[in-house]
């Protein structure tokens, strides 16, 4: 198939199986207790230090400039969610640079797309499936707010980092369709952005299990 009917396809089955990752029904979140917004925050500061630094390892591991930007781009925008992210915990009174998310290592999803090998397994996992799952992450994360009455740090999300998220899920498109032709490159994309998704949906279930996590915002 040409590029533009393989992104059509990778996209209807992302936004299939992104489904799966909307929290149940029956789990109304509790909001008193540990599950609130600066704990779910901080959650968020190691999504956000994990992503720049998968799209700044793999920005000098490329020659293509097109792709060198993405990631410089991505790379600059997660490290500003970074800031804003650690601000905003700071005025609810957590002091950020008191933690160090990356204290117990990288998380598996990280691992996973550390271990990517080509430029399209890359961009098809890192960027447009991902990203597509940070949009639902975060606007499931909105409501949340706003039910929890925290308008601030809903409107962060809603106009500054979810936008972003977009964007950067877009520049991943932009990308595959140059990158996703022929049969090999194609059938690589498909199979990293599967694994991408599995791993996010397996992570999910476990947050929720140990945790009760589930409206954690995505990067
Ligand atoms: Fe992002
Ligand atoms: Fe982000």
Not at 63 to 81: I, L, Y
Not at 202 to 212: F, I, K, N, P
């Amino acid at each position: 198939m040409t590029a533009e009917e393989f992104v059509a396809a990778l996209d209807a089955e992302n936004q299939t199986l992104l489904r799966a990752l909307e929290p149940d029904a029956t789990l109304t979140p509790e909001i008193d207790g540990p599950l609130n917004v600066p704990n779910l925050l901080k959650v968020a500061l190691k999504n956000e230090i994990e992503a720049t630094e998968i799209a700044a390892r793999w920005l000098v591991v490329t020659d293509d400039v097109e792709v060198k930007m993405a990631f410089a781009r991505q790379a600059g925008d997660e490290a500003k969610h970074y800031r804003m992210i650690a601000d905003r915990l700071g005025e609810l009174g957590v002091d950020a640079r008191a933690l160090d998310p990356l204290a117990q290592g990288f998380g598996p999803l990280f691992k996973y797309l550390d271990s990517l090998p080509s430029t399209v397994e890359r961009v098809a996992a890192g960027q447009f499936t991902r990203e597509a799952i940070a949009v639902v992450k975060n606007r499931q994360f909105i409501e949340f707010c706003d039910r929890a009455g925290d308008r601030t740090t809903a409107t962060l999300y809603r106009d500054i980092i979810e936008p972003d998220e977009r964007f950067h899920h877009q520049l991943g498109r932009s990308l595959l369709l140059r990158l996703a032709a022929g049969p090999e490159a194609q059938e690589a994309a498909g199979r990293a952005a599967a694994r991408t998704l599995a791993l996010a949906e397996e992570l999910q279930g476990a947050a929720l299990r140990t945790a009760g996590i589930h409206h954690a915002p995505g990067c």
